[in-house]
């Protein structure tokens, strides 16, 4: 398995634009997290699905910020309109149990 | 609320020595511990998974301890290498809830 593959890696943005990163989980892995890292903040947990049905949303900052899962095997993070504090990288993570998650590279969001 | 710090927050060593890692957390009421290790421009690779019920966990050169009592695990580094330079974070589960410090950066010198 190519593990989790998250699309773009680099993102570049102008204030006010609507962003939308990708994440397509391993195969058969039954949860799917997306987390946000900055320097400031640390590593924060932002949303986290279980059977494509989203189970803890509370760490979503606002409701610029929503996420998707349409199937098993894709899931959408989008921010619309987007800021600069929006700036951070992006990480998307899958596992079979909460526990032993397997994360992705990571979009490093840069919003102008 | 859950809370999770790292210390030190950076760490230089020579190449050979053995080292410890701190990650304090503020409730005990935990369902597992991790422990992570971050390249730079890379996402996180999970190190080391402790159970609520156990007390350490072993992986080749690595050792993690876990007291729930006092809200402390520790991430032991045996004969460091340079390729061991990284962030190394830690994670607490609790109540469904993922929990993450700030992470420690470590540099070994060769």
């Known amino acids: 398995d190519a593990g989790v593959i998250q699309s773009p890696r680099h993102e570049v943005t102008e204030m006010g634009q609507e962003v939308t990163l990708r994440c397509k989980p391993i195969?058969?892995?039954?949860?799917l997290f997306w987390y946000r890292q900055t320097m400031m903040r640390g590593l924060e947990l932002l949303i986290y699905?279980?059977?494509?049905?989203?189970?803890?949303d509370s760490g979503m900052p606002e409701d610029r910020f929503s996420a998707k899962m349409p199937n098993a095997s894709f899931s959408t993070l989008k921010i619309q309109p987007s800021e600069p504090r929006d700036s951070a990288v992006y990480f998307c993570?899958?596992?079979?149990?909460?526990?032993?998650?397997?994360f992705g590279a990571g979009t490093r969001l840069s919003v102008l | 609320k859950q809370e999770v710090t790292q210390i030190p927050a950076a760490l230089s060593v020579p190449e050979g020595e053995n080292l410890v890692l701190n990650c304090s957390f503020t409730?005990?009421?935990?369902?597992?511990l991790q422990w992570f290790r971050q390249d730079p421009g890379k996402g996180l690779t999970s190190l080391l998974l402790?159970?609520?019920?156990?007390r350490e966990q072993t992986s080749g050169r690595l050792n993690a301890s876990l007291d729930k009592s006092s809200g402390r695990s520790t991430l032991y580094i045996a004969a460091s290498q340079p390729g061991d330079s990284a962030t190394y974070l830690c994670?607490?589960?609790?109540?469904?809830?993922?929990?993450f410090g700030t992470g420690t950066s470590l540099t070994v010198i060769p």
């Open positions: 993570a899958s596992s079979l149990a909460p526990e032993r998650q397997y």
């Open positions: 195969s058969g892995h039954d949860y």
């Open positions: 699905f279980n059977n494509n049905v989203p189970i803890d």
């Open positions: 409730d005990s009421a935990i369902y597992n």
């Open positions: 402790i159970q609520s019920s156990q």
């Open positions: 994670a607490v589960v609790a109540g469904n809830q993922f929990y």
